[in-house]
């Protein structure tokens, strides 16, 4: 099946630092996802992205699906932002309803 | 809208047992997937359903099942509990695009 990788897998940060997150995938994808997972285990949605560029608010992210990766984004990084962002795929075959999610990043951001 | 709902929030139950955990999807949304995460696995796929049919299953044993109905509320089974069922249980639903999960179930088998 897909695999996906997420690097790195840790970061440590200070308030108003910025940080970009990587997902590298190893097959075409029909759905990519971006999310934030809170300390009460919520999976908070971030970008729907299988593809091109999307931003909201401090918060950015890229797919290039030809070389199958993409980037997450945080600028001014805030002590909310502390959790683990998950990438997930579905890939291009009949993965119907099926996301894979790579094993995720720590963010730790200090004040 | 509201988003998708899971009960119970929390349950303990022993090895042997057996449990159903239920998810009400986002209205309007039929397809609906279930995950199991760990910290030793992370998050898994269980098992998706659209429309009452299972259109997709991950690599678990026969002791879990689910099923859809036809208000598109989905609940899971887990029967004869082991210790390493322990573990988050979380829905998603789906308008066969983007994916939104509930606050999910955590499970402690003792």
């Known amino acids: 099946g897909i695999q996906v990788e997420q690097s790195p897998p840790d970061l440590i940060l200070q308030e108003g630092a910025n940080s970009t997150l990587r997902c590298n995938f190893s097959?075409?994808?029909?759905?990519l996802q971006w999310f934030h997972q809170n300390p009460w285990g919520q999976l908070i949605n971030l970008f729907y992205i299988p593809s091109g560029t999307k931003q909201n608010g401090r918060l950015s992210a890229t797919t290039v699906a030809t070389e199958r990766y993409s980037l997450l984004y945080i600028s001014s990084s805030q002590t909310t932002d502390s959790g683990v962002y998950f990438c997930a795929v579905e890939d291009g075959g009949t993965s119907y309803g099926k996301l894979t999610f790579g094993q995720g990043t720590i963010l730790t951001v200090h004040p | 809208k509201a988003g998708v709902t899971q009960t119970p929030r929390y349950l303990i139950k022993t090895r042997g047992q057996q449990v159903t955990l239920s998810c009400s999807p986002i209205s309007g949304h039929r397809s609906v997937s279930w995950y199991q995460q760990t910290p030793g696995q992370g998050l898994q796929f269980l098992f998706e359903?659209?429309?009452?049919?299972?259109?997709n299953k991950g690599n678990f044993p026969g002791r879990f099942s689910g099923r859809q109905f036809s208000n598109s509320r989905s609940e899971m089974n887990v029967s004869t509990l082991e210790l390493g069922d322990s573990a988050l249980y979380l829905c998603?639903?789906?308008?066969?695009?983007?994916?939104?999960f509930g606050p999910g179930t955590r499970l402690t088998v003792l």
């Open positions: 097959d075409s994808v029909n759905n």
């Open positions: 998603a639903s789906s308008d066969d695009t983007e994916q939104f």
């Open positions: 359903y659209f429309s009452e049919t299972q259109r």
